[in-house]
């Protein structure tokens, strides 16, 4: 039987190519990432606009004739994807034998030449030789040994600086490309748009070992230089984070935002500032170790780390903020700070120190891939909220998270532009939200310690109650004397500014809370925990009813009729027991404030919630005194119900014998004690540590079976709002060191109306 081989159309094959390299910005990187591959410590571009030509030359090792035959010409086959550590000890980064035909995106016809220690070759291609009727077998490209160097090839060349550079950096080995009849038309905007996109490609902190240059034709060499990095790049935070193979990840925050000047000690020291704060405001990083376990909440704390290696550093870095604002938080001066965010802006992500687009591209829609401002959004507060959560917009932080080829669970995709959606790339990404939460939850710490300071060394409330003195003894005295009277009580302007100015701060605090709130009802009107098991009942419900009537109409059996519409009824029970734990709690009686009798309120709502949970197997247990208590009812029902609908999630995540939920309720000196527990699963690692996160706005650990956040995080923030409305507190430091269950300690005094 005979054999014959496979062979392609040479057409198809240049598709292939044109498929995985589709734009010139992405062609132009990739023959730079070509350069590092090679070694090289010098990259030079250089468009000549007379001739319509680029030149592309790096200092790189060069290319001996086998390499050129068994690899450079054989499509699909990479010399780096067996060997890719260089002798430099580069990882290479690309694989896939196809970035050659970025020369065909670029251009019709290429010329290189490459030099190596021991040998120098022409290289000729027509591209358009593609376009013929033979296949990939019949194409030719014409290879030829030569004696002239990477300086004599640029001989024509019209840049003196140009020249001068590849004299004394292009003396030995290398490889330089001549591109001709340009595909595109290259305005000065493409010029400058493919300089701020190789700015971008390269990291900072690479500069040192790899640098580029991009020429035209009456460039200076200083001008030159592509550079992220040019010297006037300042930040206010500045985070650093590194993970293991084990997963446990080192995060290091900087604070660089504040200046006390010559008030350091009063200010830390007034302001309620520890010792190690002050080290902190001095340039010590404060250190931070965290398992990939707890910067995803929900996740077990054996999660095995399938990530690999990566590592990251960010920047926060404001450009305004209002004068009460730089004199309350002691900002340092920010005035000759540029605008990077056009160009630079963005959170971008390296494989082995180059580039992977689109992810923080700027005006694209990949710019904010961590979805930034639909945090903002979702919580709005202000960065001095004493219980909002302040969250950095997406315009406000840029920086790098590096990652490797390595990292064999973070493929590209074919086309070069990105990576796959595996699941450990949403992991990646959680992980990056969550470490920038914790640079969050540090500044609006500071924040919130100066915006006290401020309220307290600035007399707000006593020059309040100065104008409110002096304004009720004015009124008293117009009606004593009358409308004529002509001697008035003053108060200094600037001491009305400040209560004006202490006021509008607060009413911006309480439209930022009132948004938080709307956006609550809405998150809690759609995502309704039980809306599947009422859909279920719905459906039931329904069934039951047809079947009864087909019962009585097709084989008039009244006694079967009679058991389908029990079940029915049944089913209509668990409907009321619903409504009781939801609609009943907002009726108008319940909106006003009153003193009740808080057993029998409780009684009602945990025989509800029985009725509700026995189908799941879970007993909620009720041990309270005969206590009477001021409130607003349906405010003491919110906060048993949140309880109780976390402690059911938690349940149907866990596969316990016991489902207990234990309610305790005491009187108190100053008002009641609430003991909470339930026999779930408890806070998830994340949470262990620092329970008391859990309180704050959008904190959840709630997962769906593909291992997805699902919970608003926004029941137990409703909780804490509830208790600080009667004077209360809250205390969850028993779930520290337990390892199963959840428990917390509420105390309420009072409320005034």
């Known amino acids: 039987m005979a054999k014959i081989p496979f062979n392609v159309h040479a057409y198809t094959a240049r598709l292939i190519g044109r498929e995985n390299v589709s734009k010139l910005e992405g062609a132009i990187l990739e023959l730079i990432k070509n350069t590092y591959d090679a070694d090289a410590s010098i990259c030079v571009l250089y468009f000549e606009n007379s001739t319509n030509t680029l030149y592309i030359a790096d200092n790189g090792i060069g290319m001996k004739k086998k390499i050129i035959e068994n690899h450079w010409m054989t499509i699909g086959n990479s010399s780096k994807r067996e060997k890719f550590v260089t002798e430099k ?12 035909f970025a020369l065909d995106r670029v251009s019709d016809v290429c010329q290189m030449l490459t030099v190596t220690h021991d040998t120098k070759y022409e290289w000729n291609v027509d591209w358009s030789n593609f376009n013929g009727g033979g296949t990939i077998t019949q194409v030719f490209a014409d290879l030829d040994p030569v004696d002239y160097t990477i300086h004599d090839f640029f001989y024509r060349a019209k840049n003196e600086a140009l020249k001068d550079l590849i004299r004394s950096k292009f003396s030995g080995t290398g490889t330089v490309f001549k591109l001709n009849s340009l595909r595109d038309e290259w305005s000065n905007s493409l010029v400058q748009k493919i300089k701020n996109n190789i700015a971008t490609l390269i990291p900072p902190e690479m500069e040192s070992i790899f640098k580029v240059y991009f020429f035209c034709e009456d460039t200076t060499e200083e001008k030159a230089k592509v550079s992220l990095n040019d010297g006037l790049f300042s930040y206010d ?45 001095q340039g010590e990083p404060i250190v931070l170790n965290r398992s990939l376990s707890e910067l995803m909440p929900g996740k077990q704390e054996s999660t095995p780390n399938t990530i690999g290696l990566f590592s990251g550093v960010l920047y926060y870095s404001k450009l305004s903020a209002p004068k009460t604002e730089k004199e309350k938080y002691y900002y340092k001066d920010f005035s000759s700070r540029k605008d990077y965010r056009e160009t630079f802006g963005g959170i971008k992500m390296y494989r082995d120190n180059f580039r992977v687009r689109p992810y923080g591209e700027p005006n694209s829609s990949n710019y904010d891939w961590l979805l930034l401002s639909n945090r903002k959004a979702k919580s709005p507060a202000a960065i001095s909220h004493s219980t909002g959560k302040w969250r950095v917009n997406s315009d406000q932080i840029l920086g790098s998270v590096y990652i490797s080829r390595t990292n064999l669970t973070l493929p590209d995709q074919a086309n070069r532009e990105g990576i796959v959606e595996t699941k450990e790339f949403s992991q990646l990404r959680e992980v990056i939200i969550e470490i920038v939460k914790l640079f969050e939850t540090d500044r609006q710490y500071v924040c919130r310690l100066l915006n006290t300071y401020y309220e307290k060394s600035h007399y707000t409330e006593i020059i309040e109650n100065e104008i409110l003195t002096k304004a009720n003894k004015d009124e008293k005295n117009k009606k004593k004397k009358g409308p004529s009277s002509k001697k008035e009580t003053f108060i200094e302007v600037s001491k009305v500014k400040t209560v004006i100015d202490s006021k509008d701060n607060k009413i911006k605090d309480l439209e930022d809370e009132n948004r938080l709130l709307r956006a609550l009802a809405t998150t809690g009107i759609v995502t309704n925990t039980y809306i599947h098991e009422i859909k279920d009942s719905t459906h039931k419900l329904s069934m039951k009813i047809v079947m009864a009537k087909e019962a009585l109409e097709l084989d008039d059996d009244k006694l079967e009729a009679i058991e389908y519409i029990n079940a029915a009824n049944e089913i209509k029970n668990s409907f009321n027991s619903w409504f009781k734990v939801t609609i009943e709690s907002v009726r108008r009686d319940k909106r006003s404030m009153k003193v009740i009798d808080l057993r029998d309120l409780l009684q009602v709502l945990v025989a509800s919630w029985n009725d509700v949970a026995s189908n799941k197997g879970i007993r909620v247990n009720l041990d309270i005194a005969d206590i009477k208590f001021k409130c607003f009812p349906y405010e003491i029902e919110s906060l048993f119900n949140n309880l109780i609908t976390n402690s059911i999630t938690s349940f149907e995540n866990l596969r316990v014998g016991n489902k207990m939920i234990n309610i305790n309720v005491r009187s108190s000196e100053t008002g009641i004690l609430i003991n909470y527990s339930d026999s779930g699963a408890g806070l998830s690692d994340a949470f262990k540590k620092d329970p008391h996160r859990i309180l704050e706005p959008f904190e959840t650990d709630k997962r769906n079976e593909l291992g997805e956040l699902i919970g608003t995080g926004m029941g137990m923030w409703v909780i804490v709002k509830t208790v600080n409305e009667y004077n209360g507190s ?3 430091n028993e779930n520290i060191n337990t390892n199963n269950g959840f428990y917390i300690k509420i105390a309420l005094t009072g409320k005034e109306r």
Do not use: H, M, P, W
Request: glycine share 10%.
């Open 89 to 100: 000890g580069r990882i290479q980064t690309g694989a896939k034998g196809i970035g050659r």
């Open 237 to 281: 935070y500045k985070i650093e984070f590194e993970a293991d193979l084990t997963g446990n990840v080192e995060i290091k925050l900087y604070r660089d935002e504040f200046d006390f000047r010559d008030k350091f000690d009063l200010v830390t020291q007034e302001a309620g500032f520890s010792d190690k704060d002050k080290q902190y405001f």
């Open 730 to 732: 809250i205390d969850l």
